[in-house]
Nanobody, 126 residues
Framework: QVQLVESGGGLVQAGDSLRLTCAAS????????MAWFRQAPGKGREFVAY????????YYAYSVKGRFTISRDNRKNTVSLQLNSLKPEDTAVYCC???????????????????WGLGTQVTVSS
């Protein structure tokens, strides 16, 4: 079955960096667009970043653009999220998600993703 497993979260101070990685199995990874979403306590799931199956097209939430970078390695079946200049408001559980690349629906909506990981906690102290 399809599994997405995130790693790399932790407790950091404002201004620090982290690198999150999502490892996929049970799926033809290069056929899927991949995204990161996050959910802070008491809030809904929020789109963070998306990368298409080729790695050539990316989208970011306005709140993270210029600070976060999404990338993928189709040989290793992984997608990563580099988080720089972290802020306390970035504190959340970060989850990766996968959707078939041929879908034309918006990439910004969580309901349009078929598979999800359980997430990794990122906590940024001020």
């Amino acid at each position: 079955q399809v599994q997405l497993v995130e790693s790399g979260g932790g407790l950091v101070q404002a201004g620090d960096s982290l690198r999150l990685t999502c490892a996929a199995s049970g799926v033809t990874f290069s056929s899927y667009g991949m995204a990161w979403f996050r959910q802070a306590p008491g809030k809904g799931r929020e789109f963070v970043a998306y990368i298409d199956w080729t790695g050539s097209t990316t989208y970011y939430a306005y709140s993270v653009k210029g600070r976060f970078t999404i990338s993928r390695d189709n040989r290793k079946n992984t997608v990563s999220l580099q988080l720089n200049s972290l802020k306390p408001e970035d504190t959340a559980v970060y989850c990766c998600a996968a959707r078939p690349s041929q879908l034309s629906s918006t990439v910004y909506t969580a309901a349009n993703y078929a598979y999800w990981g359980l997430g990794t906690q990122v906590t940024v102290s001020s």
